[in-house]
């Protein structure tokens, strides 16, 4: 079964999707959506070289994204502050290091996206030898209120989903 359907939820989520599109459950569609779910995670599986992730605790996920919009729509106002009324002296851009412990790279993946996704913050490069981020901070003040933040807010509990084995101290 999984030779053909390496995701059965991508399947079907797949073939609903084509039918809803298409707003037809003539036998062409049926079979052409059932074709393209069939497919579609075929030839999109050598892109996932690392495999499925698997989520241990969906609603952590949740409170996690949850967190991150709040603190998304926070960075928002502060950036449009800082552009709109304060001058270019004054603003502190900085690069920081902030030492990391997740190694899943869909973890890091998600970390990647998160901080991307605030206004104010870099993701420059993940510096390989010492497993550290290179961050960019539009508006740095204390350097270490962001690495304590990175690694509270977002790398533990992207770690508790990712690698549950690592945070509880169990060895795989």
């Known amino acids: 079964m999984k030779r053909w359907l ?21 036998p062409a569609h049926l079979l052409l959506g059932a ?3 069939i497919a579609a995670p075929l030839l999109a599986r050598p892109l996932q070289p690392h495999g499925h992730a698997r989520i241990g605790r969906p609603l952590a ?3 996690l994204l949850w967190r991150s919009a ?10 449009s502050r800082i552009i709109l009324f304060r001058k270019a002296d004054g603003v ?4 920081i290091h902030v030492p990391l412990e997740l190694r899943s790279p869909h973890g890091l993946a998600l970390l990647s996206c998160l901080i991307n996704s605030t206004p104010g913050t870099v993701w420059v490069e993940l510096l390989p030898d010492n497993n550290e981020l290179l961050l960019h901070v539009f508006d740095l003040h204390d350097e270490q209120w962001w690495i304590n933040t990175i690694k509270t ?6 770690r508790e989903l990712f690698e549950p084995a ?3 101290g169990e060895h795989p």
């Not at 709040?70 to 950036?79: A, K, Y």
């Not at 502190?92 to 690069?95: G, I, P, V």
């Not at 807010?153 to 992207?158: G, M």
Request: hydrophobic share 50%; with cysteine.
């Open 6 to 26: 390496p995701s059965l939820p991508l399947s079907l989520a797949l073939f609903a999707t084509w039918l809803l599109l298409n707003q037809s459950i003539d």
């Open 35 to 37: 074709v393209l779910a």
């Open 61 to 63: 996920l949740f409170r």
């Open 70 to 79: 709040i603190e998304i729509v926070r960075s928002c106002f502060n950036v």
């Open 92 to 95: 502190n851009s900085q690069f």
């Open 153 to 158: 807010q977002y790398e533990q509990p992207i």
């Open 166 to 168: 690592a945070v509880s």
